[in-house]
């Protein structure tokens, strides 16, 4: 199974033009994978979501026997070697499963905690020995993981744990400390626990429920995601083989990191399908829901509503595609061990944090809307719509803070620029010395295809984020850190230039790839990035507004009025258009 796309370094589609043939979409999904999908599919509608309830009333034996089924379907394999009883299939496969699993929310958690958390982890850093002993059982769902990073005092600083490791005389460790919030904690037979070797090098350790030692605190009383556990997790002396340190003593972090740049994306995905399943729910309801004697559905107020989930969800489930792509191009020839796999995933990093942070709240916008397009019906308890939104809400805290990834984004680009990975420092001086000659015009773009004003658009948006950046960086060097407000303004504008790249690149090859609804994808993405355009346009004044004054704020300003035009486009036209087809079919766009 293998995508088209070509190996690309993160970040470059900044500096590069990237063309639409070379883009990993949706439509590009083959036979193999939508099996896949098609199997997560009918798993997640016949077996989970009939039994959320009980899942939701803390029947942990369910979960379980759902885990197994996941298991004897292949679903939790997918990432690992055959050796060890998996799949060993590409990531677009992961992405087609997680995505179809995201609509169960509470059981995608109990899922996550399992694949993404436990598995990945021992498939990236475990030694022959370990993957052995453990992996085959995770697999088939025998039994279950979870990952115990978080202390009370130590969420988004997690390397900052008071967990304690002290090695014996013979050469086992007792490990002393309390997690919080552990995904899985209440039921969980396996755990990845990091704690401080003497109290000072960060280290992951493989920890069975028997052991001995380990114990689980009560359930947490949450808002949301009542179908998953969630408990602390109390270490008493709790004693640990030599042989199950993970990775290296005092490279903890590099097995915590490593797991959460595949779980960003990962939940990105997760997201997408969680956002899918809404906007049909949404469709459903519209046409079914009368009100003045006509369907909701035929108001402009709810058409505005539906058309805009179906773009925002369009521009992040194209960006998440595309990222597939691009981990799969670099992992191609490569023997898929954990070394290759955890460095494609380090390579990425920057575009998994845009897909969480992109992908959450992209959800929550569409859950919101979900809720209000059934009015007091989304408010009570017999509609879904009820609980998508409570169990959703988690998405923007967990795998990272939204406020830590948004940092991360051109954090990592501008360190990446620094030790001169990514050329990004020459383009922004050559960038610079353009926009001081009044002469300079938006970009160029080819007139041989579909949406060229949005490419030109597209180009202007990375100009516009060069120059934040340049800027920032010429302005505060290696105080740059300390400006978050103005991370965030960049962090922003690179998360809407990633996504309304993916969807235009995505939308021109779906004139081939999907032609018969290709009005559609050139629809969503033409909406998403002429609003992305304004969008960008207030972050980027408010970025200069806050490094510059006088002359220099004149003179940036004019080079951004002269850089950034969006062309006006009939927006209401186009989410009517999205509006319709979904409420014909029922349906978000990509699935009719
Ligand atoms: C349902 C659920 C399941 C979870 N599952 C797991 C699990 O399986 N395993 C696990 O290890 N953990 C898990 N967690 C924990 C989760 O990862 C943490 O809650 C998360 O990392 C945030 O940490 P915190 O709660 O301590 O918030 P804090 O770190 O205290 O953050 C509070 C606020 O301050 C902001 N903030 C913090 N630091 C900075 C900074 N440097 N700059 C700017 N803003 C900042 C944050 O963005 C946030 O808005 C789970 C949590 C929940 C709620």
Redesign the pocket.
């Known amino acids: 199974m293998t995508t088209t796309t070509s190996i690309r370094k993160g970040g470059s589609w900044l500096l590069e033009e990237t063309a639409s043939s070379d883009v990993f979409t949706p439509e590009k999904l083959t036979d193999e994978h939508r099996l896949m999908a098609q199997t997560t599919t009918e798993f997640v509608d016949s077996e989970v979501l009939p039994v959320l309830d009980r899942l939701e009333q803390k029947d942990w034996q369910l979960a379980r026997t759902l885990l197994k089924r996941c298991g004897e379907l292949g679903l939790l394999g997918i990432a690992v070697p055959e050796e060890y009883g998996g799949l060993d299939l590409d990531k677009a496969s992961s992405l087609a499963v997680v995505e179809r699993i995201g609509p169960s929310a509470s059981f995608a958690?109990t899922f996550g905690?399992q694949a993404n958390?436990t598995i990945l982890p021992l498939v990236l850093f475990g030694t022959p020995a370990q993957k052995e002993k453990y992996l085959p059982r995770l697999v088939s769902g025998e039994i279950v993981g979870?990952?115990?990073?978080?202390e009370s005092g130590?969420?988004?600083?997690?390397l900052a744990a008071k967990t304690r490791a002290v090695r014996q005389a013979d050469g086992s460790w007792l490990l002393n400390g309390e997690?919080?919030?552990?995904?899985?904690?209440g039921f969980a037979d396996l755990f990845i626990v990091f704690a401080k070797v003497d109290g000072e090098q960060f280290t992951a350790f493989i920890v069975e429920r028997g052991f001995g030692g380990l114990s689980s605190g009560n359930e947490?009383h949450?808002m949301g995601?009542h179908g998953?556990s969630?408990t602390p997790i109390l270490l008493q002396d709790a004693r640990v083989p030599a042989e199950n340190v993970l990775g290296e003593i005092g490279k903890g972090h590099k097995v915590a990191l490593n797991t959460l740049n595949y779980g960003r994306f990962s939940l990105g995905a997760m997201c997408a399908g969680g956002a899918q399943a809404a906007i049909a729910d949404a469709a459903s309801y519209a046409a079914s829901r009368r009100q003045f004697g006509q369907p909701i559905a035929s108001f402009g107020a709810i058409k505005h509503k539906l058309g805009e989930m179906i773009a925002r969800t369009y521009a992040v489930e194209s960006l998440v595609y595309r990222t597939a792509g691009l981990i799969d191009a670099a992992l191609v020839g490569s023997a898929h061990n954990g070394g290759a796999v955890a460095q494609a995933f380090e390579e990425y990093a920057v575009e998994a944090s845009i897909a969480k942070v992109a992908g959450s709240e992209s959800l929550d916008f569409v859950l919101d809307e979900n809720v209000q397009i059934h009015g007091g019906n989304g408010f009570v308890k017999d509609y879904s719509a009820e609980r998508y939104y409570r169990d959703a809400r988690?998405n923007r805290?967990?795998?990272?803070?939204?406020?830590?990834n948004r940092?991360l984004i051109p954090g990592m680009l501008v360190r990446r620029a620094i030790k001169g990975e990514i050329p990004l420092i020459p383009a922004a001086r050559r960038l610079q010395d353009e926009v001081l000659s009044p002469s300079v015009r938006a970009a160029t773009g080819s007139d041989d295809q579909v949406l060229t004003d949005e490419m030109r658009t597209i180009a202007a948006f990375k100009k516009v984020a060069l120059m934040v950046i340049g800027t920032a960086m010429q302005t505060y060097g290696e105080k740059l850190t300390d400006q978050?407000e103005l991370l965030g303004y960049a962090a922003d504008i690179l998360m809407d230039t990633y996504a309304g790249e993916s969807a235009v690149l995505r939308a021109q090859s779906a004139v081939t790839a999907d032609p018969r609804r290709s009005d559609l994808h050139i629809a969503a993405a033409r909406v998403f990035v002429h609003d992305a355009g304004l969008r960008i346009e207030g972050w980027a004044r408010s970025a200069f507004s806050a490094m510059s004054e006088g002359d220099t704020l004149r003179t940036l300003l004019a080079a951004l009025r002269r850089i950034l035009k969006v062309t006006p486009v009939n927006t209401v036209a186009l989410r009517r258009t999205l509006a319709d087809a979904a409420v014909a079919e029922g349906k978000y766009i990509s699935r009719l």
Request: hydrophobic share 40%; proline share 0%; glycine share 12%.
């Open positions: 958690t905690g958390l979870a990952y115990a990073l978080s130590s969420g988004s600083d997690a997690k919080m919030w552990i995904s899985n904690g947490e949450k995601l998953s969630t988690v805290i967990f795998e990272g803070t939204n406020e830590i940092l978050q």
